[in-house]
């Protein structure tokens, strides 16, 4: 085993189509803060990293390409993001009366005893929300 003293996560990284509505979606309806944001004009990319008031040491980051005019191909690797919510129920009323793409309502998980939802990002990125009163 080699030593990994000092290791943590930092960050996840997603591309975005479009950085402001990706942006409003991660403050507005989960409610983290735009923690930085830098736009690389050599690069022709922005970054802005949004993450948890108090969470220190994770962050999620958005990376929109300029040029990019066409929804980003997911793929079959990308799974999901997590985040405990308090009242599952109540989180995923107020983020469907927002508009708010819900393709796995609350609920128990087949096949233990978690009640989980699945949401849906501007860009069409899983979000798995998961009941931790």
């Known amino acids: 085993m080699s030593d990994t003293t000092g290791f943590r996560i930092l960050h ?4 975005v189509l479009h950085l402001e509505r ?16 830098k736009d690389y004009e050599s690069g022709r990319f922005t970054l802005a990293f949004v993450g948890y008031d108090g969470v220190e040491g994770f962050e999620v980051e958005l990376t929109h390409n300029w040029d990019q005019k066409e929804p980003y191909d997911k793929g079959t690797g990308y799974g999901h993001l997590a985040l405990a919510v308090p009242d599952i129920y109540a989180t995923c009323e107020r983020l469907a ?10 609920g128990p998980m087949k096949h233990g005893g978690s009640v989980i939802a699945f949401i849906e990002d501007p860009d069409g990125y899983k979000i798995e929300l998961i009941s931790r009163p």
């Open 12 to 15: 996840v990284m997603i591309r």
């Open 22 to 37: 990706s942006i409003e979606f991660y403050t507005k309806q989960l409610g983290m803060t735009l923690r930085t944001r």
């Open 97 to 106: 009366a927002a508009g708010v793409a819900i393709p796995r309502p609350p």
